[in-house]
């Protein structure tokens, strides 16, 4: 097995105490293995899971050409004159009940949108500009031949993959796995994933607050954005600022899970004596991120389990999870094409920001008029917690950028997505 050591020694540029995102970002996916059992699980319970199969049609579906409308069904052939055309309906095709005769010249078929196109027909006229009296059918001119006719294989062609392994399964994926008649498939085992807050300072929701003590949120920020991944989540509570404490945690947590996270105990006063307990347990990078908020953070790998050591502050513990773990646990739990959309938005107001490290300001992107603008949500202390909980996306000022000027357009990852 190939030491986190050697995995990011081949990353250009990187630097632990002044470590840019992306080559952050880069070092992590050096060095993960995804996991590799799969399950098989009804449909149903599919979305949001890792695909570990390749899905091949069997079908076409449609099955067969059928009508988009409701309407006639004619022979493209019979309306090549400029005038209107009368036509004798011989019948009707509904969904679910095909028409069994051939239409001949001069002939044609009411049909219901879904139904099987009869055989001989390959237009349909949309009822609304067609006039019947009993079994006469006048079509005006100008119909396209071809037109409101849905091809057989037009959603899914039997033979050709529609979806690969590593997909992160989304509603729409789920319909069209079963519009091929399958109701289970092969996922990914979910990742397990153990987390816990360090802190001599740390209160648990239930107990009255002593004298300079603060709720733990950290450990129910992590659940929560977990929580949203599917993976299993493994709580394992507060522990002290303590190295047999401390490392009792890190043996159970790395035993049972694919993946730890821990926050608080990375910054530069705190790390000394967790650096020498990781360095008993296992191999863990201390890295000086060049980012703003949520610089210290360790990465490594105890037993098993990868390691994420995040900071403790509140926002930036949310800021490190979306920027490296989100995608990290993503990519163990066998997921392709993980990365976030930046989008473009107009600052509608100036930003300071100083050049050499990568900021992740809590900001609002807003409708005005025409277009979208951003705004940060109020003091972005990385202990304000309430910037994160007011915003809904991340206005992302690149490494090099230095102060954004009112107007200017600026990056932005959205908090919510559709699927
Ligand atoms: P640390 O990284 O351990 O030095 O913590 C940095 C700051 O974050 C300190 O003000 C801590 O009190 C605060 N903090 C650490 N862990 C938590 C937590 N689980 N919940 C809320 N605040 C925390
Ligand atoms: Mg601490």
Known sequence: ????????????????????VDKAAEAIRACLVPVSETELVPIRLAPGRILAQEIVPAIDVPGHDNSAMD?????????????????????????GRAFKDEIQKGQCVRIMTGAVMPRGADTVVVQEVCRAEGD??????????????????????????????????????????????IGEVAVKRRLRVAFFSTGDELA?????????????????????MLA???????????????????????????????????????????????????????????????MRPGRPMAFGRIGGAFLFGLPGNPVAVMVTFYQFVREALL????????????????????IRKVPGRTEYQRGVVYRDGGGWKAR????????????????????????????????????????????
């Open 331 to 350: 990519v163990l739990s066998g997921a392709a094409g993980t990365e976030i959309p930046l989008l473009s938005a107009v600052s509608s107001q100036s």
């Open 1 to 20: 097995m190939t030491t986190i050591a050697q995995a990011v020694s081949c990353i250009d540029g990187y630097d632990p105490d002044a470590l840019r």
């Open 71 to 95: 309407g006639y069904a004619v022979r493209s052939a019979d309306l090549s004159s400029p005038r209107e055309v009368l036509l004798k309906q011989i019948g009707s095709a509904f969904a």
């Open 228 to 290: 949203r991944l599917g993976v299993e989540i493994q709580d394992l509570g507060v522990v002290r600022d303590d190295p047999a404490a401390l490392e009792a945690a890190f043996r159970k947590a790395a035993a049972s899970a694919d993946a730890v996270i821990t926050t608080g105990g990375v910054s530069v006063g705190e790390a000394d004596f967790i650096r020498q307990l990781m360095a008993k347990l296992g191999e863990v990078l201390f890295w000086k991120i060049a």
């Open 204 to 224: 648990s929701i239930g107990a009255p607050l002593k004298e300079g003590q603060v709720y733990d949120s950290n450990r129910y920020t992590l659940h929560g």
């Open 376 to 419: 940060v949500t109020g003091q972005q202390g990385s202990g304000v917690l309430r910037s994160m909980s007011e915003a809904n996306c991340f206005i992302v000022l690149e490494h090099e950028r230095g102060n954004v000027q009112a107007g200017e357009m600026v990056q932005v990852q959205l908090f919510e997505g559709l699927a």
């Open 136 to 181: 006469r059918v006048t079509v005006p001119p100008g119909q396209k031949a071809g037109q409101n006719v849905r091809a057989a294989g037009e959603d899914l062609k039997a033979g050709v993959p529609v979806l690969e392994p590593g997909r992160a399964l989304v509603a729409a994926d789920i319909g069209l796995i079963a519009s091929l008649g």
